[in-house]
């Protein structure tokens, strides 16, 4: 349902935490063309992403939280977050010269396939253009040719094809609930919540999130090792090759998680967290995977074109990111604050935190500098943090910014 703030009310000279953002909204076809024309930003100069690229996202969240669809220069005029550039995109009905020169060119259409590949960011897509790559089988070419990819890389483009499905949220769901059968095999009681894009009531992403939390401290140490090394003996996850020791993509664990380690909230997130890949509906046992590959296979039989193999033959194994990460109880509030996201949401978040009552926010906690000596807050849900910043709650729907 759309927010119905009636337009006149509408204020852009807020923070974008301070109005809610919901993630249908009237503006699409602008916000979808800043978002090009963001992206190009990014490609040509990730180093200056303070300035173009974060121009642009300022005015596409601007329209994705105005009450209306924007007709006239004149309303988008008065929000103070959309420049002259985003402006001559409205006034030209989103679908400006520019774009279209963007969509067609042959250095955004490399950077984009570049960059769809996990591990690869903007500034080695760009390496590549200039190395005069042009697509996956060149850069293929190059690595047999001796050119080294990082180990996220080698993954990303083993499984690409896979990667860039997006993962139905019916899947996330079954990937959660195989988390949480597992876990409570090593430890009853887990608290274990679907974050991202998900919780923010999206219907796919681009990956799973899940946010593992237990009321008992001494229970959450080691927890995120021992769950990994679980999942990877029942050849849930894939690996760079069976010699690497490990199937994990990343581990990174914290000594110490107690709050002294998290002191003024330096860190921006230093929880344990694992970057993984699921193997899914491969020969697993379990009738809830089975469930959701011969749902994502319907339509085979929509069709009436289904062969008629049997449920296990269609399941075609299928490879996700998982991102697992594993928080104190104390720091769950913020941790999962931090990773519902949006990314946009939550810079927006913390910029107004130090900018408007000098607190430090972090996936760990909240700490105000105006006393002296910096005092620890602390929230026991995302209601209290929201309270503690003086901010209206924000459901997680309306955090799409
Ligand atoms: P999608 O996967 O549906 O495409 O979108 P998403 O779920 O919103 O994006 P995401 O990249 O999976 O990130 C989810 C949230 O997690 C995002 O708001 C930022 C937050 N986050 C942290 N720490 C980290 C981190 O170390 N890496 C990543 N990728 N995200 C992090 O708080
Ligand atoms: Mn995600
Ligand atoms: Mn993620």
Redesign the pocket.
């Known amino acids: 349902k759309l927010e119905e703030t009636s337009p006149n009310e509408y204020q852009d000279n807020k923070f974008v935490c301070q109005r809610a953002t919901p993630l249908k909204h009237h503006n699409t076809k602008f916000t979808d063309a800043l978002e090009i024309l963001e992206r190009h930003a990014v490609y040509v100069d990730s180093t200056q992403r303070d300035s173009r690229a974060l121009a642009f996202r300022r005015a596409a969240c601007a329209l994705k939280s105005y009450p209306k669809q924007i007709t006239r220069i004149e309303e988008a005029s008065k929000l103070s977050s959309v420049g002259n550039h985003s402006k001559k995109e409205i006034l030209e009905n989103g679908s400006s010269d520019e774009v279209q020169d963007i969509l067609s060119s042959e250095f955004f259409k490399t950077m984009e396939v570049f960059s769809s590949i996990y591990g690869c960011g903007p500034a080695t897509a760009r390496k590549w253009y200039e190395k005069g790559y042009r697509s996956i089988a060149d850069v293929h070419h190059a690595v047999s040719d001796g050119m080294k990819l990082t180990e996220q890389q080698t993954m990303g483009f083993k499984y690409h094809s896979d990667l860039v499905k997006p993962v139905p949220k019916e899947e996330a769901i079954n990937i959660k609930d195989i988390v949480i059968k597992e876990l409570s095999k090593i430890q009853p009681n887990c608290i274990v919540e679907l ?4 919780r ?1 009531g ?1 219907l796919s ?3 799973v ?1 899940i946010l593992i939390t237990h009321q008992n401290n001494s229970k959450v140490e080691g927890l995120l090792h021992k769950l990994v090394e679980r999942l990877e003996k029942l050849d849930l996850m894939v690996g760079r090759n069976p010699h690497f020791e490990s199937k994990t993509l990343y581990l990174k664990s914290v000594k110490g998680i107690g709050e002294g380690s998290q002191r003024q909230g330096g860190h ?2 230093s929880l344990d ?1 694992c970057f993984c890949m699921f193997q899914m509906g491969k020969s697993f046992e379990n009738e809830k995977v089975e469930h959701s590959c011969m749902q994502t296979t319907g339509e085979a039989d929509e069709t009436g074109t289904s062969t008629g193999s049997s449920s296990s033959e269609q399941m075609a194994a299928v490879v996700r990111r998982v ?1 697992l990460i594993v928080a104190p109880h104390k720091q769950f509030p913020f941790a999962l604050l ?6 946009q949401f ?1 810079r927006s978040l913390r910029d107004y935190a130090w900018k408007v009552l000098k607190v430090k926010l972090s ?1 760990h906690g909240m700490w105000d500098h105006k006393h002296i000596p910096v005092r620890q807050v602390e929230a026991t849900s995302e209601q209290e943090i929201f309270h503690e910043l003086k901010l209206e709650y924000r459901d997680p729907h309306d955090r799409n910014a």
């Open positions: 974050v991202g894009g998900y923010r999206k992403g681009h990956d999130d921006m997130d967290h991102d931090g990773w519902t996201g949006s990314k939550n996936n």
